[in-house]
């Protein structure tokens, strides 16, 4: 015979009937024992304390009460015991149910996580992907940027505009657009989405615009071995006075209104992470440092329209989640 499995073993309580109520015998050996020594006491009442003489006046009263009192007192204590019996048996069933309960709860959780699994492992495959296209684009940008520098030693002062001393190429850069910049804090839609790689592509070519959406790839991949997604959240979006508010330094129920993260789940599950993960704890804040560090640069030369889709991206949101659970807007 094989042995049963735990769905199986879940189902059990259910098959044996532990919910239901069991039958108790009317008569127990409490009562048995209780009948038996009323009727030794009644026969001795009688023996001693009516045959031997006529009982008259006061003293028939007092020789019910000495007959029928005793009586009295074992049947109260035998209702006492059969209390405490049935409130034994009531407990020890309520302790057998809340066991199987518990069970079925954990094989239930099984089924769950087993059913979320072949989701969870498409969307890690997904970010996999994701990242191996970021690494070479980074690969190629380093390329494409040291070959120039290696050229321009090589040539000696020719032809060559030589830079002034204490500038970086950083500094000579093109800026980037904003809608390219918001784009890019995005991430790409899917492995189809050209314009979500070009607009990656091209804020990986910025220092500072790279740095944040290092961190940011990394807080979504830490997130994401939790289930949480940044398309599964529908924030309550903010307004663009908050946001601005934010940038020039009000913290607290000033800006309380970025933490729209409204999912208790993500939010209990994040926080529970930060406490125990400090690998987790010290990317969650250093992508929240490299965030108000952007928005304070972004927020003068952003229009209400640039900050409300700003607020829109999957980096915001993830700023709003771990914003949130670190008290910065408490």
Known sequence: MSEPTPEQEAERPTTLGIYDKPATPSVT?????????SVIWLIVSVVFLVLPGKVEGGSFVV??????????MIWVAATSMRASRVMREESARLQTAIDAIRQAYVVQQQRAASGYEPAVTKKLDEIAQTAKKTESALATFSTQRTEPARSTINSGTGDQT???LGTQADDIAPRLSTGVFIRALNFPETQEDTEGFDALRLA????KTAQLVQASQDVLTLL???GIYMDDLRPDMARPEVWRQFAQGARGRAVAALGGI???SSLALTAARMKQDPIFRDAAHHFLRRFDHMIVEFEPDASDADLTALGDTRTARAFMLLGRVAGTFD
């Not at 050996?29 to 020594?37: D, N, S």
């Not at 990986?204 to 220092?207: N, V």
């Open 262 to 264: 409204r999912d208790r």
């Open 162 to 164: 030589s830079l002034e």
């Open 63 to 72: 020789t019910l009460l000495a007959v029928f009192m005793p009586v009295a």
């Open 204 to 207: 990986l070519k910025d220092r």
């Open 29 to 37: 050996e409490i009562e048995i024992v209780a009948i038996a020594l």
């Open 224 to 226: 994401s071995q939790e």
